[in-house]
């Protein structure tokens, strides 16, 4: 599936090209982040090698699923973008990194999930406790090793940026969090929240390996704006997927957003809009919201696949793709202004790419 | 009651000078840390405000019990030491306060402790996500505000301190969940998880506002040092005053550590002495470690006095007594090496004397 497929030319050099730039970042990245998590305190070493999926459950090392790396990614370029080495991004992409997965080890236990890429969530094998406290552990660690990188200039601004970004991340889980409360929420309130809670990090990958790198601030500046606008545009193809992707790619049930009575973007924009198609699935999401889980639980497909059918008929579906190449453009237009070497605008603009036609 | 009065001379006039000098921090502080609060996003701030004792559960203005300040009184104290005004240790003093308070919303929810300062915890009020959240919140706002404060190599130097004593203090909290599950912990155990949990923050609080004040580095180590073992002698006398300490003063239960299994100082101490008293204390913890929550709740009076008859017959109490005499020393002592205003230098002895002889 292409829920927003931005441009017909070349996609498999494009796709090529950035599965070895993944497979590069993920090569450069790893062992400095096993080096980070390996000076935490035990048993937080063990519990963060769990959640990266470096170790099972019982200790014994695996070969889990560790995400798209695309944060790190973005970091290393960002270096390059700078004219440095890709090397020189790699404190700021571990620090990335860290926070994200704060992030998550937090956000998993606030919102009860119990399975994270196929396996079960830090909570549920080691206890809430743990879960918290090696979020915090990670999240300490970020500022640690970032303030470590560079000189006093350098870290202090690189720290900056890493610190703007972790808290309006925790802003965007403050925002979402309410939303689950709210009868409606309203498309910029969505946008605002996912531009926290996706957007600010990727803003950060983006520009943090260029401030290691030596950028000015009108170049971090333009990376940030291209990381934040990549972020939205990854966060509007994820809502997609989140109702109608294919269960074999993303890993998640079906219409899994509509399953947890996710406001996210499809179903916001549906609600929005005019017609009799946006006035049922707000008459129905209304109802549903009343519901208690248990209740909810009980629906069977055919309940979820109308809900779907009416944001689909609403316009929600496709507001939410034309959003995706609206932010995919601003992206990067962001770096049209600004001075790049050649093979990195291409990566960077491969990456956007391959963000917005991924189909997990 | 004196735990481990320190110096015979004058306590009425030192008393006095500290009196002032925490009610001058708070009025210094407590403008920055509201401004600093407010920046956090809806519902956080209100959260917040619930915790620091600002407003109670219904959303009124209180004025609750806000704590010691000891922590701020310290960073004011340590830009003074550098010669600077005490309102250059401000950012310092907030950026502590705000890491102490994350901690203590984490540590609550982690530990199950349903009660702080006589009132319901935020976790038992606002749930625990937001206890979570506004954690994170508290933790990063303190990052973000102290790289917004001096010069690029000033911000730099003074986030490099908070962020390695922030990961001292989850070390810290991370050794005292385990040491829960342990029959046995050693003193150089104990003091290692004490001088994470309480020495590295008090440490810093000592040493950030000199670095905001332009000190060498070798000052703001001196500071640092005594910080961090006036943060020993601290936790000694906690220690203390966690078994023997006067519930109408401490606002705890009765033996409120012993109800807790904790094992504190007195207690670990006391297991690694020689003799029956020893021998017999061990034999009943060891025991008590293995009864669930509910069967110890039952205890009455005579049970947890009689426990901590044997920590006394055993020495536990005379040496912690002792040790918080040796932390106290080697703090004062810390300074003995370099130049101060002779004020300064007054005060943050009497700040020391302060914490060894309270009763609460």
Redesign the interface.
Known sequence: MNPAAPRPAEPSASAQAVTELLERSRALTTPALRAAVGR?????DTVAAYHFGWIDADGRPTEADSGKAVRPALALLSAEAAGAAAEVGVPGAVAVELVHN?SLL?DD??DGDEQRRHRDTVWKVHG??QA??V???L???A??LI??AGD??T???A??RL??A??QL??G???D??FEHRERVSVDECLTMEGNKTGALLACAASIGAVLGGADERLADALDTYGRHLGLAFQAVDDLLGIWGDPRSTGKLTWSDLRQRKKSLPVVAAMAADGPAAGRLTALLTADAKKSREEFEDFDEAEFAARAALIEEAGGRQWTADEARRQYDTAVGALAGVELPAATRERLTALADFVVVRSK
Do not use: K, T, V
């Open positions: 935490l305190a035990p048993p937080m704060f937090h236990l606030m809430p406790a918290i406290l979020g915090d552990a999240f300490a660690l500022g640690e303030l470590a006093d200039a870290a202090a601004r720290a900056r610190a703007a972790s808290r925790i802003d889980q403050a925002q969090i309410a």
